[in-house]
């Protein structure tokens, strides 16, 4: 497969890298699968060790301190912990999906890493429809998901996978949406020339639909304010109820191997991936993996869970909407070539209309109903 290779010189012209690198076709596929898991394991204890850290700091209390120096080592203790504990299925279950499950809702999170580059040509597969890929494959994780609830026997899992299934239906549409907007600035589904053709981050070109498709990413994954489906306060522990030990610590896994990849999804589209001045290429895709997940650690601590009714209107009463408009939007401005032409007059032009359309939309057209329950 080709991987390309962007020289900026003028106009800029590509220069393909030969497909054979590092060596052959499957050291290749060896070398860059390692690196995709060993990055995904690696990313899951960082991030959680930031949430936890983080989100103690913002409550003001210390999180964990006490495993490894400054709790470094507390991921490592957990995952220790749950994997000691006892592997218990319920009589009335269904024994394979019980335990196909958790293997089926991780396997897309990690498949996702294929397509996303760490640097110029470094991927698994450069594919030409990159991001179609990832949106198809990152829906079977909701197949996981299903199969845990019904094969648990337990009607509250079942219930909690629903929820799962209908929240992710109805912010898929939106979320593809924001990201057609970014596709047509770049002219190309592969997810490293979508990098290589911002010479300024999309998120200056495309706020809203950033906006959009981070809001609808972390209704996907189950992220507060969005996770009705595990929440304390909603039913029980949602579909991973009747889930223990190494099982449930794949589900677990398989929360934060997502967020990872919503992060990784958002800095790509929208942040310039890999492109940085002075440090590596792959040091700043990392730092900016970070900095979004930072911001969905941020929103946990400050907004309040919504309801059902309210996530569902959410969806289709809010995003939708607002992202046919972007669409449109957008449209309009690579039909006519002002993204080229007037390039600093449309990034103060679309943040204008991003911060009307949110005042306007939620203010006049959209509300949550806080005191009521919504139909």
Known sequence: MMIVDFIAT?????????????????????FFTVVVIGFVLTMVMGVIYIERRGMGRMQSRLGPNR???FGLL???????????????????????VHWLAPVVAFAPALM??????????????????????????????TVGVFMAGWGSSNKYSLLGAMRNVAAVVSYEIPLVLAIVGVVLIAGSLSMNQIVVAQNIPFILLQPLGFLLFFAAGCAEINRSPFDLMEADSEIVAGFHTEYSGMKFAMFYLV?????????????????????????????????K????????????????????????????????PMAIINLFITALQVLAGWLTQLMWAM???NF????????????????????????
């Open 67 to 69: 495993t490894g120096p």
């Open 10 to 30: 003028g106009q800029g012209h590509f220069q393909a890298i030969p497909p054979d690198w590092p060596g052959g076709f499957w050291w290749h596929w060896l």
């Open 289 to 320: 993996v970070m900095l979004v997940f930072f911001a969905m650690v941020w929103t946990r601590t400050t907004l309040p869970r919504i309801r059902i009714d309210q996530l569902m209107a959410f969806a289709w009463k809010f995003l939708f």
């Open 255 to 287: 929360e934060y191997a997502e967020a990872v990849a919503i992060s990784a999804i958002i800095c790509t589209l929208f942040l310039g991936g890999w492109k940085g001045p002075l440090l590596p290429p792959w040091l700043w895709f990392i730092i």
């Open 347 to 349: 990034i103060i032009v």
């Open 74 to 96: 507390q991921p490592v203790a957990d995952a220790v912990k749950v994997l000691l504990k006892e592997n218990i299925v319920p009589a009335a279950a269904d024994k394979l």
């Open 352 to 375: 204008a209309v991003t911060a009307f359309m949110v005042l306007i939309w939620s203010r006049f057209f959209f509300r949550l109903g806080w005191g009521r329950i919504e139909v």
């Open 112 to 141: 996702i890493f294929a397509v996303i580059p760490f640097s110029n040509g470094a991927l698994l597969a450069d594919l030409n429809i990159g991001i179609l890929y990832i949106v198809a494959i990152s829906s079977v994780s």
